[in-house]
């Protein structure tokens, strides 16, 4: 479903990211970890179409990102770390202002919008201001923003961050409900969360990839933690000069 191969950007002339490869498959959930500044958020960015790649390609469904982001965008949902909301809409307007602007036909909107309340849970606050609303529901606001027109892809940009334990334990939920039929790409600090969510893991630091495995294989015999800490050292640590 997503191929990213070679993909590589610079900033000026500091490389964010770096020769990195990496797939994922309808249905799997791929947790994205490294530390601050790893060039997660723009992978991620790339991925979605927000920004262009200096070199590498990114295809989505057999659909190239950059020849053919028209195409790549309707079957992308992203929910990036600060979710994009209106704060002086109500829930319902937005959610029909954003099915309108990402494609979903007239006459499909109003069976969209009630299928994403009730995937989200939003119904009991479909009429209120997001403004008035808790961080945990303008989360699930953000969450339907991104699944308003039923991508077959969802990327996740740090969903529960700012969230209390019992919002942080819904939203984990309803990724995990999301994610039977969708391939999900979902970045996070928080290693519980991709223990308990995906099954794929990514690592990256210092903008290089530096793991890719099933979740399975790799917590066998070792802890996230540990995996994650040696995983991230092998980079950063440079030899000593002889």
């Known amino acids: 479903m997503i191929e990213v191969s070679h ?3 610079y900033y000026g002339d500091f490389p964010a ?3 990195i490869s990496f797939s994922a498959q309808m249905g799997e959930v791929l947790g994205f970890l490294g530390p601050n500044g790893a060039g997660k958020s723009t992978t991620m960015r790339i991925i979605t179409g927000f920004i262009p790649a200096s070199q ?4 989505v469904d057999g659909f190239d990102v950059f ?3 028209h195409e790549v965008r309707r079957r992308i949902g992203y929910l990036p770390e600060n979710p994009p909301l209106y704060s002086d809409m109500t829930v319902i307007s937005y959610l029909k202002f954003v099915a309108r602007i990402k494609g979903v036909p007239k006459t499909g909107v109003l069976p969209a919008l009630d299928a994403t309340l009730e995937k989200c849970s939003l119904e009991s606050v479909a009429n209120r201001l997001i403004r008035h609303l808790s961080k945990g529901y303008r989360q699930r606001v953000g969450l339907a ?3 308003i027109h039923d991508p077959p892809v969802l990327i996740l940009d740090e969903p529960t961050l700012g969230l209390d334990p ?6 984990r939920n309803l990724i995990n409900d999301l994610a039977e039929d969708r391939t999900v790409i979902l970045s996070t600090h928080i290693l519980p969360e991709v223990s308990q969510i995906c099954n794929k893991l990514i690592i990256i630091n210092e903008g290089k990839l530096v793991l890719e495995q099933d ?3 790799l917590t066998h015999g070792t802890t996230l933690e540990d995996v994650f800490i040696r995983s991230i050292s092998e980079v950063t640590e440079e030899p000593l000069a002889s």
Not at 166 to 171: A, H, P, S, V, Y
């Open 7 to 9: 993909l590589t950007k």
């Open 17 to 19: 990211v770096q020769n």
């Open 56 to 59: 590498g390609t990114v295809t």
């Open 67 to 69: 020849k053919e982001s």
């Open 145 to 147: 923003q991104a699944l």
């Open 215 to 217: 979740l399975k294989e």
């Open 166 to 171: 019992r919002q942080t334990l819904e939203i």
